[in-house]
């Protein structure tokens, strides 16, 4: 106490022995290794331990404690090394010190080792069976092996193996899809080890389908899905019903082909597994079964040659497949499958081989294969020789050799050259055939032959096939009886020397003219039957060859018209008829009656020719065509009698002269002439025509003068000729005309030479058409006066003779356009009325007017212009002529009819008062007193004027004028505003004023 003072309690303490660890066990750990502690005295007398630390570190978890033994889980820690220390309620503690553990552990502490850590996962994502690659340092945690480890919080199914630096495990089934999650290692001494979020469960493949679903050893299954290789890189192992196939031959994520292996029996419904490069398997439960083994019950027959046809019978030979893809025969692979789709019967073609023997292979579609059973191959036949070597369409050929027929008992097929040849003898020795048309000319081919069993022989190089002969054509391509046909083309003598025979379109020729190995002419024979075929020639050999469709033996020509039927020389014959030609392009030749016939035109319809001159006679019509086909018309054509030209009249004369020409047969069975001829000039028209008796008017010969010989051309063209028959005499000529121009009326003087020509008088001139008046003529002048034309002209001047003949001149006269007069002011009046003509050329294209008549009086000319005319009219009484006319000096006339008037003259009857002085009013009664005037200009009473008040036709009204002197009865005088006037005595006197 503070006090100094003691309390003691005798024997109230007691020591206790003194705790001791003996064992501890691992001495090294890290999180999660299970510590195991042994001794004496372990809770320090105490009844349970507050603490337990290793290496100054609590532990996480005491799972036992008492006084022997003590276990518990390490805590984390970093690498640290120190001492155990066992805390018990009573606050005691035992140590390694207290103990013989210390001397058991290196450097007498417990140790944490370097937490443990994982650097890769791999892969880092699976399935079921995924095996996983745990790389690290530290893994153990100081155990000796892993015991637990879990992916995605899923314990694996295994762990393979394990070490400080690597551990290696197989994924679980069931773990959560797409579940991302620790992995963590537990070690045998409970130490663990963690990755965080280091593995993620991924679905589990999927298989859709497995193609086949049955089979057996070699049969190729496809099987089709979804992650087939279960994460992993590739699919590694696959097992079918429990057998692991033969190989892979191709994976992916969605399709894995693989061939079946062997297995000695069927198995039904077994599971198709797939294992990929990460162990992650793909399981399809019960979908592929293996079927029986094929096997090969009989081989027929079971030997053979190259081309034999070989049944194969038996049980499941294509193995749950399909079809056959291949087949063997004594290892050799057979040339074809004939029959492959049947599970107990295949047929195939055994292929060339030498002699052997062996088993017989069926590979099928599915890849299964069955191998059962053998077949012989036969020692091959040989072929030792072919005579002749070569040759072509027609060749008789012999083929020798050793078992040729390789037991077979026909030959079905022997080909030269790739042409199928007719056999026509065979046995084991000599085959005999007939070469046919086809192949490569002038190359070297093989023999083959295929037998009745389908065996088939061959030799190379063995014929070679010589140039073959081909008709290219015929020329013409089509014809009739006679036609002259060269078959061309080449090598168609096919080797021999002469063709002997041809047809066309099945019908034998006339003749062969000639032949060679180019060309071949023949003339073809008739044929009623008409239409397309072939050609067909044949060899002195035996050789042919032929060409279809190739000749048309066309129509048979006739001639159904002949038009005219009669004639004689240069008449143009038109022969009508059906195919002409024969098929030929043009007519060679026609004869009339045996005389050729000129050629105009040919056509297979119409041949037109021209008659050469003949005797009279009747005969054949004959037309032969460029192909020398013929068609005959039996006395189809007459020559008549040829005509003769006697006179003509006048023999004489000029262009226009009427001519009768007289004779005998002159249309030489024409029907009228087309034309004559007069020399070389043509007349320029006929007026009839006979036999006996022609019309012409005479054409123009120019400037010619002289005898000439006559030609009559009937319209059949027929040509009748007489010599020296007529003579062109000079012919006229005009030299001037004056004027060169005018109108109606104007007087024309022709003048020149021969005017009248043949005839005796002139009977009729005209001007550009328009027939003048004649006013007089002879040889070297002929007047005359124009008449009206409808418009202005410019043509030609011409003199008609009496006899027809006629004097012509070009250009030499102009019609004008005849003037016109478009107004007369004023269009009446009376002696003196001034009267004014306006309108166009009213001097008639002349230099001034000889007259002028108003009404048929004739008036006094003031002035005249071309447009303007001015005169003063005379006296008249009233006429029904109210024709204004104008006469040039060149006789010209212009004319208007209705444009004037002659008024009845002015009549006074009486002036009242009749006498008076300066300023009396005077009434002047009459009739007519205005004569056509609107007004009076002039009135005057005894010479005095008169004032006018009023006028009319009737009565004027006036007043006197002024007069110094009386004066006796006088004239009145009165002059109007049109200038006409008039003047009336004794009727007015001035008084005295």
Known sequence: MDNGQRVVGADAWTYKVAGSINSVEPFSGHYGTVVTIQGTSLLGHGSQHVSVTLAGVEVATVLTSNDTYVEVIAAASPAVSGDVVLTSDTGSRVVLADGTAKNQLPGGVWSYVTPGVVDTVFPSEGQVDTVVTINGTGLLGGGARAVAVTLANSSVQSIVTSSPTQVVVVAPDGGAVNATGDVVIVSDSGAEVRAVGAFTFRERGQVASVSPSSGHGGTIVTIVGERLRGTGSSVVGVTLAGVSVRSIVSENSSVVVVVANVSSTALGGGDVVLTSASGATVVATGVFSYVAPGSIGAVQPDSGAVGTVVTLSGNNLLGGGAY????WLAGVAVEQIVEGNSSSKLVVVAS???????????????GAEVSDASFEYLTPARIESVTPSSGRYGTVVVIEGSNLLSGA??????????VSAVVTSANDTTIVAVAQAGGMDETLYDVSAELDTGARLFKRDAWYRVAAGAISGASPSSGQNGTTVVVSGSVLLGGGSTITRVTLNNVDVKSIVSSNDSAVVVVAEGSVTTGLGAIYIEANTGASLSLNDSWTYVTVPSISRVSPSSGQGNTEVTIEGINLLGGGSSAASVTLNGVAAAIVSATSEVVVVVADSSI??????????????????VNDWEYVTPGSIGTLTPSSGILGTRVVITGTGMLNGGANAARVLLGTVEVESIFSSSDSEIVVGVGNAGTFAGIVNVTVVADTGAVAYLVAGFEYLP????????????QFGTVVTLSGSNLVGDGTAVVNVTLNGVSATIESFNDSTVVVVAQDA?????????????????????GAWDYMTRGSISAVTPSSGQEGTEVFISGTELLGYSDDLASVTLGGVEAAIVEARTAFVKVIANANISSADNTVVLTST????????????YVAPASIDSVTPSSGMSGTLVTIRGTNLLAGASLIELLTLSGIP????????????????????????????????????????????????
Do not use: H, K
């Open 324 to 327: 056959a893809t291949n087949v």
């Open 352 to 366: 060339n081989s030498s002699a052997v023997t062996g088993a017989v292979r069926i590979v099928a579609d599915s």
């Open 409 to 418: 008992t026909s030959v079905e097929d022997l080909q030269l050259g790739g």
């Open 616 to 633: 009279a006679g009747v005969g054949n019509v004959i037309i032969t065509s460029d192909t020398d086909a013929y068609v005959i018309g």
């Open 731 to 742: 012919a006229g000529v005009i030299s001037s005309v004056t004027p060169g121009f005018g």
């Open 790 to 810: 409808s418009a202005a002209l410019d043509t030609d001047i011409v003199i008609v003779v009496d006899t027809e003949g006629r004097v012509e001149l070009s």
């Open 890 to 901: 060149s006789g010209a006339v212009v004319e208007r009819d209705g444009v004037w008037q």
């Open 946 to 993: 008169c004032n006018v008040v009023s006028a009319n036709n009737s009565l004027i009204e006036c007043r006197a004028g002024p007069s110094d002197v009386a004066t006796t009865s006088s004239a009145v005088f009165v002059r109007l505003n049109t200038g006409a006037f008039y003047e009336q005595d004794s009727l007015w006197s001035y008084i005295d004023m």
